[in-house]
Every structure is written in C-alpha cells, then in structure tokens.
C-alpha cells in the first residue's frame, strides 16, 4: 500500500508561480508511473501531468503546456508539479496519483493510488 500526501497549495495572484509536491511513504517512486489531476468545483476531475518511472516520458493537458512542468526525485520518492504563469482557471484541487506501472497514463481509472489533494486558488 502507497500513502500519497500533496503539498504546496495556497493563493497566488495570476502570473505567479508555485510548486506541489508529492510525497510517498514506504516505497520509491522508480516503479510507478505519476500523475497530477485536478478538480474544480462542479467541474469533472481532469488531467494535468504524467510522468513516466525513468521521468522520461511525460505528457501534459494543452490548457497546462508550455506552463507546468512535472519532474520526479526518486531517491527523495517525490514528484513535483512546477507551475507557472498561473490563471484564475487553473484555480482547483490538485491530486498526485500513482500507478503500478511504469509507463505514463492520462486517464484517473488506471492508477491505483491517490493523494488527499492540496487547493490552488488563483485570484486576479
């Protein structure tokens, strides 16, 4: 079993920049393929960022690219979302989530694991 705990959230102004970040207990994160989602109020939860196991493969949501980017320390079991030039629509909950798997996935069904969310508020 694979405990995920998000961190990093808070307010921001539009423009600005924060980091989340993702801690696992008890396992690596070598072995597992990462994800960031996000879910705003009445609105269905969506993807953001994934992360192959070898952080080599990693894909984005267009409404994020170019933005966010994710990167992982394995050797720390953390994943981290970098986000920057943020909007008032990027205002949600952000949730990490892992896979058993190593390879990338952009949809919520296929991961196993999932974090208790931190907010992100984006005011203008």
């Known amino acids: 079993q694979v405990q995920l705990v998000e961190s990093g959230g808070g307010l921001v102004q539009a423009g600005g920049s924060l980091r989340l970040s993702c801690a696992a207990s008890?396992?690596?994160?070598?072995?597992?393929?990462m994800g960031w989602f996000r879910q705003a109020p009445g609105k269905e939860r969506e993807f953001v960022a994934t992360?192959?196991?070898?952080?080599?493969?990693?894909y984005y949501a267009d409404s994020v690219k170019g933005r966010f980017t994710i990167f992982r320390d394995n050797a720390k079991n953390t994943v981290y979302l970098q986000m920057n030039s943020l909007k008032p629509e990027d205002t949600a909950v952000y949730y990490c989530?892992?896979?058993?798997?190593?390879?990338?996935?952009?949809?919520?069904?296929?991961?196993?694991?999932w974090g208790q969310g931190t907010q992100v508020t984006v005011s203008s």
């Open positions: 008890g396992r690596t994160f070598s072995n597992y393929g």
């Open positions: 992360s192959s196991g070898n952080s080599i493969n990693t």
């Open positions: 989530a892992a896979r058993k798997g190593r390879g990338p996935a952009v949809v919520s069904g296929l991961y196993d694991y």
